[in-house]
């Protein structure tokens, strides 16, 4: 029987760990490398040629995005399932259209990671019935679309997004420096960039786009 070839790539160790453990429990699954950071985890997809690749979203220095984005430009073809905490709408959107075959979130991983590396594995996509329906019922809006150039998705970088994120929760420079891997002063400027694209000048101004753009739970 094939074994389903597995490389996992997450900049946080401890949760490398518990995802082989999760996997190492099915004969089915052989974990065959880890990676903490996009480069690393297109250099790994490229030399061992695995049918899976676990991805996580937010990761430093690459975003998982881009990462998919290379992975694909090289024409490399295994299947890349996504594993994030993030669960609104524009994420989902986005990874998928960057070329991913599948998107779980963290805290439904213990049930819901194994089915949907069979189910990419076999050729399919692959979202639970919880983002299926977020997906659906966004099709379904038609009378509130906001203009684009208003559109965070379209005026911020993915790593913006979740510098004002975090930002808008109340955390400071230097813990969002250590959440995301970066430097303060890297944090520091992109929290620059983002004020001057959101033409705002007070972080009262940027919890507010937070919360009327769906970034945090209001």
Avoid: W
């Avoid at 429990?25 to 030399?47: H, N, P």
């Avoid at 959107?93 to 049930?111: F, H, I, N, P, Q």
């Avoid at 996509?125 to 299926?132: A, C, D, F, G, Q």
């Amino acid at each position: 029987m094939h074994k389903i070839r597995i490389i996992i790539a997450d900049d946080h160790a401890v949760l490398r760990s518990g995802l082989k453990a999760l996997l190492s429990c099915s004969s089915q699954f052989d974990i065959i490398g880890e990676a903490g950071d996009g480069l690393t985890a297109i250099k790994m997809v490229e030399e061992n040629n695995p049918d899976i690749l676990i991805l996580d979203i937010s990761m430093p220095g690459m975003s998982g995005v881009e990462c998919i984005k290379e992975i694909r430009s090289r024409g490399l073809t295994c299947r890349i399932l996504v594993l994030t905490m993030y669960d609104d709408e524009e994420y989902i959107k986005e990874v998928m259209r960057s070329g991913a075959d599948g998107y779980v979130l963290k805290k439904s991983a213990d049930t819901e990671l194994i089915e949907g590396i069979i189910k990419v594995f076999s050729g399919k996509k692959y979202l639970n019935e919880t983002i299926s329906q977020t997906l659906i019922d966004s099709l379904l809006r038609t009378s509130n679309d906001e203009p684009e150039g208003t559109n965070p998705y379209i005026l911020l970088s993915i790593r913006e997004r979740e510098v004002l994120r975090f930002l808008a929760k109340g955390h400071t420079n230097t813990e969002i420096a250590e959440i995301l891997s970066l430097s303060p002063k890297t944090v520091d400027t992109y929290r620059s960039r983002i004020m001057s694209k959101l033409n705002v000048r007070k972080k009262s101004e940027l919890v507010n786009y937070a919360i009327q753009h769906k970034l945090i739970n209001t």
